[in-house]
Structure formats: C-alpha cells, structure tokens
C-alpha cells in the first residue's frame, strides 16, 4: 500500500490530525453497522430513484451508482489553495474561448498550434467571430482534481461541456446526514446546499443583456432514458425552473419559447444538458430531435443564452488541456496553480515512439473521449488490449494523448469484506456568472471500488461518497 | 407550466385510478364466482370484466377461455394488455419520472417505490395465471392502496395550482369514466322488471356493481332499505354525496376545469362542455333515464366523456 497517498494515513501508524475522528469511529465501530448503514444506504437511492442508465448494458436499464458512507475529508487550507487553483483555471478558460472565437491571439503568438484547434472536432466553425453573452463559455465547469501526495492537486481533466454529477455531491451529503448523524456532528462539515441557489444566480446573471424584466430560464433534457436525466429533473426542482426537453420548445423569429397551458412563454436561459451535435438540427446535425429547430439562430442573435456555449467543449480536449499552463500564463500572467498531469501528445513524432515503447505502463485516452470510454490502462490490459491501442494509435496519433499511470490517493472504503484502502478523485462543480465565479466547498468524490482500480466513472464500476471540507483542521 | 407536463400529470392521476378500479372489479367478481352456481351470473361474469375494462377485444389474442384465472391473470398482471394493473402502474411510474419536478417528493417516492413492488411481486409470480387467491388478494389491496397514498400524499403536499388542478382532474374524469362502463356492462340487471325475475339471486349481482366502485356500504346509509335495482342506478348516476356517482365525478370535473380557467384567466371549449354535462345530469331522475333507456343514457354519456376528453386534450395538453 506504501506507493500511495492514503489521505487517513499517509503511510504512518497513526492519522493525520484531519482524519482522528473518522479512525476513532472507524476503530469502535462495529461492522455491522457498517454494513447496516451501506445496506440502508442502498434502499434509500433505490427509493428516491436515483439512477442512472448505462449505454450499452440492455439488463440493467437503470442502475444505482455505489454510495460509500465513510466520508472524504479536506482540511480548509487545503480547500483554499484548491479553491483558488479552480477560480484561476476557470477564468483562463472563459478567457481562452472569447480569444480562439475572437481575435485569436494565443494562435498568433505561436503558443499553440493552429490546426489543434481548427481540426478539432470540438471546435465550432459556427461561432467564430461570434461572443458568447457577457463572455461566458462555461458557466458550469466540473474540473476533475487529483492528489498522489499531500502537498499538490493535479488536475486530471477539465469538463467544459455539460459535467455531471452534482446531484450526488448534494445526495450524498443527505444521506450522510440521515445515516451518520453522530459522526457527521463531530465535524465541523462546511456546507453546500447552496449549491442550487448559486446556481440559479450564476444563471440569472447570464441572461442576455438586453433581457427585458426577470429572465424565464429552463433546463433543456434529452430526455428520460438519458444516463444522467434523473440530475435534470433533480436541479430543476431545486432551481424551481422548468425542465423542457426540445419538442417543448419553439423558435420563430429568433426567439425562443416553450409550449405551456396557458400558450407560448418566452425563454431567456437555457441551462442545456443536451451536446452541441444536437442542439438545433438546422445548424449540427440534422437528424437530431433533442433540440430546437432555429435554436442557433436565437442565440447567435442575442435573444437568448446557452449555457454552457456551443462550442465551449474546444476548451476541455484533452490535446488543449496539455497547454493549460502556457494558456494560464499566457491570459493572467500567473503561473498555474493546480497543475497539469503530465502528458504525452502523440501528435508529436517524439512522444508518439515513447509511448508506442511505453503501452504496458501508461494511460491512453482518446482526446475526445468522455467517461472513461475508449481508454487504455496499460498495467492492467491484456496483451490483445495494448495491440488493438497500438493500432489505434498508428492510425490515428492526433487522436490520443498518454499519461503516467497515477499513483492516486487513496480513501478508507466500507467494502462487504471490511474497510480497505480505494483511489479516489475528486470533481468540484465551478460557476461562472457575469458576477463572478461561485464554488461550494466540495465536490463529488468517485471512488474505484475494484481493489487495484484506478478507473472512478461510474460507468465502469466506480462509486461516490461525501467530500467534508472541515471549517478547521483539527477540530 | 408546459403542456408536456400537464399531460403527464394528468394521466398518471387517470392510470392510478384506472388501477384502482380495476382492483375493485377484480375483487367484486371473484366475490361473486365464488358463489355457488344457483346464485351464479345469468350473464357470463368474466366476460362482462373484460368489457367494462375495455379489454375485451384484446383478450381474445392471448387466451381462448374467459375463465377466472385468465380474465384475472390478463386484467392484473399481463404486459400485453396495454390497461393492464401492472402496465397502468407501470406507465403511471414512466409519466411520473417524466415530470419529476411536477410531483412533490413523496408522490415520486410512493410511485417509485410501488413500481419497484411490482417489479418484485413479478418476479415472484413469474406465472400470472398461476397466481393463488391469497397472493391476488394482497396484491389487489397494494394496488388500491398505492392509488389511495399517491392520492393522499397530492392532498397533503402539493401547491394549489394549475399542476394539483390536472392531477385532480385526471382522477375525476377517469372514475366518471369507469363508472359509466361498469354501468354500462350491467345495465340490464338494474331494469325495474328485474325485480320480480330476480329476488335474492339478483341480489348478489347488485351487491356486485356496488362493491367494483365501493359503494355498497354507502347504498345503505343513503337508502336504508334493501337493494332495489333503481336505487342501485340512482346511487351511481345521480347522487351528489356519492363520489364516484356520475353527477359527484362531473362536479369535481367542473370544479378543476374552472380552477384552471381562473388561473389562466380563460374558460374555453372544454370548460363549456363540461358544464353543459354536468347540468344534464343535474337536470335528470332516475324514473326519466329508465323511461328513456338506461343504456342509451350511460352510452351517451360516454360518447359525451369522450368527447371532453379531446377537448381537454386540445385546450391543454398538446400545446
């Protein structure tokens, strides 16, 4: 166990200060509470029909993701300097898109290459020239963080898109709170039910500037049998706004409206959670029902806001994210403060032979994969897996990036065979409005729930659990 | 609100209470086979089940006698039977997930949790025709039960706006509905000559339309005498204080139809409609409806039923 960081023990004999209480507990408690409370824990999502859908998998078309109800804590120096690492990351990025869909400068300074971003498959040609309201590409960023020792926070990937997950982090502070009163009493636990509010705020501040009155926003859904819909209906009820899928909605005269009881309402936000290819058939593909025909044309003409920007997913490519300390230093002047990963780009002839030489011990992702699909973990592939990755790789070098296989931190873990040590990640959920950036302490914790398991998605067997950020280290 | 999610709302309300009602028929005929034969219907009794649940065209497809365990096994448990309970729990389930933020947190628990029974009572009883009394019995009584709870939780919980007013909705125009089909199926025990034919055997058959829309109970605080055909057909069509007599069922109808209007601040083609039932019945006796033809009234008024349906329908729901 001693290559990683275990965030209770650091290796030692005894915790850190910041987990004493959770070790006390862990110590006296008995197992089949644990067991009690896991099993309970399970009734309860099952109940609330938190579920999500796994593509793919036709047996279980709505499955549970794993709660683990030993939490995950954070000390608030450590928050802090976390906390701080996101906001500048986030603002680099807003900066980054107004740049490449405006004047380009970053291009013209040669510290990126040109055809990185025009052949990226994440670009859209449509915006070019083109700002988003307020400057805001993406409003909300899920920046996934991992820790191999105590000191740094690495960044894993950044999520520009439409991240998800933060009905967990809310969750799963409900059911820590219901489950483990006692525990969770002892700490100071800082805390994040205002997330939603924060939200709805951020939103509010990016309507349209010329938006007449209190701004109609909704959540546009792809719909039920979507893997992650049960967040939509979810934040919806906490926002208090609507959840409207594309058939709800029209556009005539470059304004958006959705069909209501009482006839056509006029829509001024649109949180979306449906991917840009199916946003507006007129503009990206044409086949697709889960938009609105005219959608693009609404919002290129100002009536209303989407968030997150078509096009803002140029920003989380896995080939752009390699130059995020250079686009850092580059728009702020300021060294990064989270780092990178280190990261091979196999469009450059060097780094592809290192790794073609090095499969067996690195991570192979695609750029634009998502979800820990269409990924290679070199330790743990069979010798037919590594050679479908080398071909895929000679194929298609632009297409893949390559990393160390992490050592990631590990957690304390309430398994059926006991409490054993499991990596985990963490992905805070950062919102920007035209009034700022908002952050709850927190985030949601994956956790790789296989012994060995380095993969925390959830759609390959990861599980959850609470992220405490303590108001003070020892309590 | 988005008509989508009126729509929803509106028929998890008629699923649940189609589900309901279903139950109730399943029970008040089982009750009735179980008689010895020289009480036993003139008319086939399951056959009349599937009819007045709509499922008798259908039915034929799958089985070749109308007996107790196929009628039952087909009304309660078959996936094939688009009303089937399961599938009204089911699609009740699939309508709710739809518009979770229209319904409040324990409506959605309650369905969920009903909809996840019913996924475990099948895979218990993987073979409906199989299934023995006992476990019918207690499935009926969850079914009722998850209807009356869901009903119960929208009560307690719900904000008193357009989105209540269609679930309310739902539930009135779907039990008006159910009673005018068991009325229909059983129109011609209740003509007055039956009296004389029928004496203590009809008698079982009376009580049997009561029981399928729980009424049997409420006959004799209304009436205090023993059960006369008419009175039967009085209770279940004219009654205000009956609630799930035709008239009751309209003015719950009316009542929601205007709510909504209010809101909005418009009346329209269904609201009209409905009234203009509502006060047909109002203005109507038992001895006139015998006069004129029993079945003739409760077919009309079905046609009428129907009819506002689509209004309904096309004012609100398709937007």
């Known amino acids: 166990m001693s290559q990683f960081f275990d965030e209770m023990t650091n290796g030692a004999a005894e915790p850190r200060a910041l987990y004493r209480r959770i070790a006390e507990w862990l110590r006296s408690a008995p197992p089949e509470l644990l067991d009690a409370r896991r099993e309970q824990a399970e009734i309860l999502f099952r109940k609330i029909g938190i579920t999500f859908a796994v593509y793919g998998d036709k047996e279980a078309a709505e499955r549970l993701i794993p709660f683990d109800i030993i939490p995950r804590l954070l000390g608030r120096d450590e928050?802090?300097?976390?906390?701080?690492?996101?906001?500048?990351?986030?603002?680099?990025?807003?900066?980054?898109?107004?740049?490449?869909?405006?004047?380009?400068?970053?291009?013209?300074?040669?510290?990126i290459p040109q055809d990185l971003i025009f052949r990226n498959e994440c670009y859209r040609p449509e915006m070019q020239g083109r700002r988003a309201p307020h400057d805001i590409w993406t409003h909300i960023a899920g920046i996934d963080i991992v820790r191999i020792d105590d000191e740094d926070f690495y960044v894993l990937e950044d999520n520009c898109r439409t991240p998800s997950g933060v009905s967990y982090m809310l969750e799963d502070r409900e059911m820590m709170m219901r489950l483990l009163p006692g525990l969770f009493a002892q700490h100071a636990v800082l805390p994040v039910d205002n997330y939603p509010d924060n939200l709805l705020a951020s939103l509010r501040s990016a309507a349209p500037p010329h938006c007449p009155g209190d701004p109609c926003i909704v959540i546009l859904t792809p719909g039920q049998f979507n893997s992650a819909?049960?967040?939509?209906?979810?934040?919806?009820?906490?926002?208090?706004?609507?959840?409207?899928?594309?058939?709800?909605?029209?556009?005539?005269?470059?304004?958006?409206?959705?069909?209501?009881?009482?006839g056509e309402k006029r829509v001024d936000v649109i949180y979306r959670r449906v991917d840009d290819d199916f946003l507006d058939p007129l503009v990206f593909r044409p086949d697709s029902v889960l938009g609105a025909a005219g959608l693009m044309g609404a919002y290129l003409a100002g009536n209303v806001t989407l968030a997150n920007a078509p096009g803002a997913g140029l920003a989380d490519d896995k080939a752009v994210y390699t130059y995020m300390p250079e686009i850092i230093r580059f728009y702020l002047g300021e060294d990064?403060?989270?780092?990178?990963?280190?990261?091979?780009?196999?469009?450059?002839?060097?780094?592809?032979?290192?790794?073609?030489?090095?499969?067996?011990?690195?991570?192979?992702?695609?750029?634009?994969?998502?979800?820990?699909?269409?990924?290679?973990?070199?330790p743990h592939a069979s010798k037919e897996q590594i050679e479908t990755f080398r071909q895929k790789l000679l194929r298609d070098p632009d297409g893949f990036i390559a990393q160390p296989t992490l050592s990631l931190s590990t957690c304390p873990t309430s398994l059926p065979g006991g409490v054993a040590p499991r990596h985990v990640d963490l992905r805070p959920f950062v919102l920007c409005g035209a009034d700022g950036v908002r952050i709850v302490p927190g985030g949601l914790t994956r956790v790789a729930l296989k012994e060995g398991s380095l993969v925390v998605n959830s759609s390959q067997g990861g599980g959850t659990k609470d992220t405490w950020v303590l108001a003070d280290n020892a309590k | 609100m988005l008509a989508r999610t009126a729509d929803n709302i509106y028929w998890v309300s008629r699923y649940l209470e189609r589900a309901d009602f279903l139950a109730r028929l399943i029970e008040a005929s089982s009750r009735i086979s179980a008689l010895p034969t020289a009480y036993a219907a003139k008319q086939d009794e399951w056959t009349s089940v599937l009819i007045a649940s709509g499922a008798d065209e259908t039915f034929p497809d799958h089985f070749e006698v109308?007996?107790?365990?196929?009628?039952?096994?087909?009304?309660?448990?078959?996936?094939?039977?688009?009303?089937?309970?399961?599938?009204?729990?089911?699609?009740?389930?699939?309508?709710?997930?739809?518009?979770?933020?229209?319904?409040?947190?324990?409506?959605?628990?309650?369905?969920?949790?009903?909809?996840?029974?019913?996924k475990n009572f099948e895979s218990q009883h993987p073979e409906p025709t199989a299934i023995d009394r006992e476990a019918l019995?207690?499935?009926?009584?969850?079914?009722?039960?998850?209807?009356?709870?869901?009903?119960?939780?929208?009560?307690?919980?719900?904000?008193?706006?357009?989105?209540?007013?269609?679930?309310?909705?739902?539930?009135?125009?779907?039990?008006?509905?159910?009673?005018?089909?068991?009325?229909?199926?059983?129109?011609?025990?209740?003509?007055?000559?039956?009296?004389?034919?029928?004496?203590?055997?009809?008698?079982?058959?009376?009580?049997?339309?009561?029981r399928s829309v729980s009424a049997l109970t409420a006959y004799h605080w209304v009436y205090r005498e023993s059960i006369k055909p008419w009175n039967v057909a009085d209770l279940l069509i004219l009654r205000p204080e009956m609630p799930r007599s035709l008239l009751s069922c309209y003015?719950?109808?009316?009542?929601?139809?205007?709510?909504?209007?209010?809101?909005?601040?418009?009346?329209?083609?269904?609201?009209?409609?409905?009234?203009?039932?509502?006060?047909?019945?109002?203005?109507?006796?038992?001895?006139?409806?015998?006069?004129?033809?029993?079945?003739?009234?409760?077919?009309?008024?079905?046609?009428?039923?129907?009819?506002?349906?689509?209004?309904?329908?096309?004012?609100?729901?398709?937007?």
């Open chain 2, 251 to 319: 003015g719950e109808v009316v009542r929601w139809l205007d709510a909504i209007g209010n809101q909005y601040g418009r009346h329209g083609a269904a609201q009209r409609q409905a009234r203009a039932i509502k006060r047909k019945l109002e203005g109507a006796s038992i001895k006139e409806i015998f006069q004129s033809g029993l079945h003739e009234f409760v077919d009309g008024f079905i046609t009428e039923t129907n009819g506002l349906a689509s209004a309904i329908a096309e004012q609100y729901l398709l937007g």
């Open chain 1, 336 to 378: 990064a403060k989270l780092k990178n990963v280190r990261t091979w780009r196999c469009r450059e002839p060097d780094a592809l032979k290192y790794v073609l030489e090095h499969l067996s011990e690195l991570v192979v992702k695609e750029v634009n994969g998502s979800g820990g699909y269409g990924m290679l973990v070199g």
């Open chain 2, 137 to 210: 019995n207690g499935f009926l009584d969850f079914v009722k039960e998850t209807s009356s709870l869901y009903d119960g939780h929208g009560y307690r919980t719900m904000l008193r706006n357009d989105v209540y007013f269609f679930a309310r909705l739902g539930v009135s125009l779907e039990r008006a509905d159910n009673t005018a089909r068991v009325l229909d199926v059983k129109y011609q025990l209740l003509l007055p000559e039956n009296e004389t034919v029928g004496g203590s055997v009809d008698y079982f058959q009376w009580s049997t339309i009561l």
């Open chain 1, 229 to 262: 819909y049960y967040e939509h209906s979810f934040l919806a009820d906490k926002l208090g706004v609507e959840l409207v899928e594309g058939r709800d909605l029209t556009v005539r005269d470059d304004i958006v409206y959705m069909r209501t009881t009482e």
């Open chain 1, 79 to 111: 928050w802090t300097r976390l906390e701080a690492g996101l906001v500048q990351r986030v603002k680099a990025l807003n900066m980054f898109l107004t740049d490449i869909y405006g004047r380009q400068e970053i291009i013209k300074a040669g510290l």
């Open chain 2, 66 to 118: 109308a007996n107790e365990a196929n009628v039952t096994a087909y009304l309660a448990f078959d996936a094939r039977n688009p009303s089937s309970i399961r599938n009204c729990i089911q699609f009740a389930r699939t309508n709710a997930r739809a518009v979770r933020t229209a319904v409040t947190v324990e409506m959605w628990e309650h369905i969920n949790s009903a909809w996840l029974k019913l």
